[in-house]
């Protein structure tokens, strides 16, 4: 197996040199709804599904605020490549929760990519001697089309103490290709099924289960490593609009118009808008995702504001990429409409990340009522 690599600065050059290839494949990953398996490949090789993982397990064990930095590098060519990243990369951290002997069968293969899913009415797990009788139906497993193995979350019958998580590998079980959809096509997001698989207790677990690493990874609540996650792929997504609109403005002169775009006050004012936009929102994120960090190394522990601050500003990052996109698009009028111009693509990317969970609007009320001095209530 590759040793890994814990140089930031290796892989910030690595993302970069890959991040050239992601984007003259991006039209293919986009048509297909997959990342390319030899450049899926090449991004296991170089470690890129470990960035979280710790060293003592084979992994580059980075801090986060640096896996934000290469997720900026890859979400501003392709989103669904970076939101793949992000998705597989904060899962592998549960390789610490995961029983040690299963965990290390899984992530032994250097390529090892776990996915997930969120369970549908039908999944249900019935213990048995020596494990569980699985069956039922889950979407949304982000890079199936290159995952090793699969995790299941499962209610347990007759248990009151929440679902598990049910692994196995991915030939074992039946996707369905159920992602049919206008945004982020390339994170092959299909869903999968089960019927009456067993699985042995050893590959189960619980995501409250301690973890056996004490890093400060492990001290941020997983719900918020996804959110600043992908909204730090949003804002990726949203400098890359604005830089189509920038570049079409210098060009396009409109129907009707004797000037070009950047020539039009209004043209300058949005343009203004969208970049104080953007950039108040990426501050308020790398701000409050440094101070979380910092917290988290420090202390091996967060305090609720912090926590508070974190999920308001990836809620708020990922409300004003949207925002921002949004202006990009309308500014490049009647070209923005065909699949060709490069803002077509990120305007139905940015669209499918804001109705994600780590972007309701909800999130909102929750950072609300803490401030208001109430019990906050959501995910934090």
């Given amino acids: 197996m590759p040793t890994a690599i814990h140089d930031i600065e290796y892989y910030l050059?690595?993302?970069?040199?890959?991040?050239?290839?992601?984007?003259?494949?991006?039209?293919?990953?986009?048509?297909?709804?997959?990342?390319?398996a030899e450049l899926a490949g090449e991004l296991a090789d170089k470690g890129f599904f470990r960035l979280l993982i710790p060293r003592s397990f084979g992994g580059a064990e980075?801090?986060?605020?640096?896996?934000?930095?290469?997720?900026?590098v890859?979400?501003?060519?392709?989103?669904?490549?970076?939101?793949?990243?992000?998705?597989?990369?904060?899962?592998?951290?549960?390789?610490?929760?995961?029983?040690?002997?299963?965990s290390r069968e899984i992530w032994g293969e250097y390529r090892a990519v776990v996915t997930n899913g969120p369970p549908s009415s039908s999944a249900k797990a019935i213990p048995v001697d020596g494990g569980y009788r699985l069956s039922g139906h889950w979407d949304f497993s982000s890079g199936c089309t290159h995952a090793t193995w699969i995790a299941a979350l499962t209610p347990v019958a007759g248990s009151d103490a929440g679902p598990r998580l049910m692994l196995l590998p991915s030939k074992d079980v039946t996707f369905v290709d159920l992602w049919h959809v206008n945004g982020l096509k390339g994170t092959g997001s299909f869903s999968f099924e089960l019927n009456d698989v067993f699985i042995s207790s050893d590959r189960t677990y619980s995501q409250a289960d301690p973890s056996r690493d004490n890093g400060p990874i492990y001290a941020i609540p997983r719900t918020l490593l996804f959110g600043s996650g992908f909204a730090t792929v949003a804002l990726g997504v949203a400098r890359a609009a604005l830089k189509t609109a920038i570049e079409l403005a210098t060009e396009k002169t409109p129907l009707r118009a004797t000037s070009v775009l950047q020539d039009q006050s209004t043209t300058q004012r949005l343009i203004g808008e969208a970049e104080?936009?953007?950039?108040?929102?990426?501050?308020?994120?790398?701000?409050?995702?440094?101070?979380?960090?910092?917290?988290a190394c420090k202390n091996g522990a967060l305090e609720t504001d912090e926590r508070i601050q974190l999920r308001l500003a990836a809620t708020h990052a990922i409300t004003m990429a949207a925002k921002t996109v949004d202006i990009a698009y309308n500014l490049c009028g009647s070209d923005a409409i065909f699949t060709g111009n490069p803002i077509h693509r990120r305007f139905q990317d940015i669209h499918v990340v804001t109705q994600h969970a780590q972007g309701r609007p909800v999130h909102y009320e929750t950072a609300g009522q803490f401030l208001l001095g109430m019990e906050p209530r959501g995910n934090y």
Avoid: K
């Fill in 13 to 36: 050059d690595a993302a970069r040199d890959i991040a050239v290839r992601v984007a003259a494949e991006a039209d293919r990953i986009d048509a297909d709804r997959q990342i390319p």
């Fill in 62 to 72: 980075l801090s986060h605020p640096d896996f934000r930095r290469i997720l900026e």
């Fill in 74 to 102: 890859f979400a501003e060519v392709d989103g669904s490549t970076a939101w793949s990243i992000n998705q597989n990369n904060v899962f592998s951290t549960d390789c610490m929760r995961i029983p040690e002997e299963t």
């Fill in 276 to 295: 104080a936009t953007w950039r108040s929102a990426d501050a308020y994120l790398t701000e409050s995702a440094a101070t979380v960090w910092q917290s």
